[in-house]
T-cell receptor
Framework: GENVEQHPSTLSVQEGDSAVIKCTYS??????FPWYKQELGKRPQLIID?????GEKKDQRIAVTLNKTAKHFSLHITETQPEDSAVYFC??????????FGAGTRLFVKA | SQTIHQWPATLVQPVGSPLSLECTVE??????LYWYRQAAGRGLQLLFY??????ISSEVPQNLSASRPQDRQFILSSKKLLLSDSGFYLC????????????FGEGSRLTVL
């Protein structure tokens, strides 16, 4: 079945450094790749997404890249701040009914 | 924009007891609805999705069931809870755009003892 793998499971960085989270997906029909941020005890919320016809997208300190050939996509956070500390989920969707999530990355930003 | 109400927010239940979690959606009509479960420190596992009243698709075999008695109501149930049913249950619907974004409710935290 469809599968999304996410690495690393835990990531600790110093404030101001960059953080990179990587995901791979199995379903070549996937065409939509959202990233969600979940703060402790709260619901996941969309922070950025990318469609399969785009290789890169940036929104302030956050960027996503997509390599459809390799079925890889990544989240890049620059100039990390303590408030970036959270669990981040990648996901893949074929635009149909199902969105499949990665296992999540717990990001710690040390002040 | 849509709003998702989930209740109860927190629940502690003994093993073998029944379960009913409710989700209602406002601000959208005939939405696809989803139940996800997040076990402690784990990812989001899709349990059920529904494309309309009375239409339920199950993603994983388990002792849970779902029902959609009304267009904007989605219910997750169990007749007898297991310890492994503990987790954070999230109801979701499409975000309203054409992108495929999911919008989640606040979640229901279930602890089975």
């Amino acid at each position: 079945g469809e599968n999304v793998e996410q690495h690393p499971s835990t990531l600790s960085v110093q404030e101001g450094d960059s953080a990179v989270i990587k995901c791979t997906y199995s379903d070549s029909a996937s065409n939509y790749f959202p990233w969600y941020k979940q703060e402790l005890g709260k619901r996941p919320q969309l922070i950025i997404d990318i469609r399969s016809n785009v290789g890169e997208k940036k929104d302030q300190r956050i960027a996503v890249t997509l390599n459809k050939t390799a079925k890889h996509f990544s989240l890049h956070i620059t100039e990390t701040q303590p408030e970036d500390s959270a669990v981040y989920f990648c996901a893949a969707s074929t635009g149909g009914f199902k969105t499949i999530f990665g296992a999540g990355t717990r990001l710690f930003v040390k002040a | 924009s849509q709003t998702i109400h989930q209740w109860p927010a927190t629940l502690v239940q003994p093993v073998g007891s029944p379960l009913s979690l409710e989700c209602t959606v406002e601000g959208t009509s005939n939405p696809n609805l989803y139940w996800y479960r997040q076990a402690a420190g784990r990812g989001l596992q899709l349990l059920f999705y529904s494309v309309g009243i009375g239409q339920i698709s199950s993603e994983v075999p388990q002792n849970l069931s779902a029902s959609r008695p009304q267009d904007r109501q989605f219910i997750l149930s169990s007749k007898k809870l297991l310890l492994s049913d503990s987790g954070f249950y999230l109801c979701a619907c499409p975000g309203g755009g054409a992108t495929g974004e999911l919008f989640f409710g606040e979640g229901s935290r279930l602890t089975v003892l």
